[in-house]
């Protein structure tokens, strides 16, 4: 496969992880959202980092994963929390319940 096809494939799953940011309501859908995101830029990284034979990108793309790895540890949590707290993770219920 040429390179053109791995950057079309990323820039595809970046658009998707943002309509996903965009049209979610429910916290747990968003933090997945981020999730294709982080992975789209992870294949464009290794692709051009393969299409140059150099390993700085893949070496980008590793440290990538190590952070989305405790994002989701820590992500999770948080929401754990909040769903006790509240009983919902609706974006919708968090506007409505300031204060």
Avoid: C, P
């Amino acid at each position: 496969m040429s390179i053109n096809a791995y950057l079309i494939f990323s820039a595809v799953l970046f658009i998707i992880g943002v309509v996903g940011v965009l049209r979610r309501k429910n916290l747990l859908m968003l933090f997945f959202s981020t999730e294709i995101m982080l992975n789209a830029v992870n294949v464009g990284l290794a692709a051009i980092s393969r299409f140059h034979g150099d390993l700085t990108g893949q070496m980008f793309a590793f440290f990538i994963v190590a952070i989305a790895a405790s994002e989701v540890a820590v992500g999770l949590g948080l929401l754990i929390l909040w769903y006790k707290k509240r009983g919902s993770i609706n974006l919708d219920t968090l506007q409505s319940m300031k204060g």
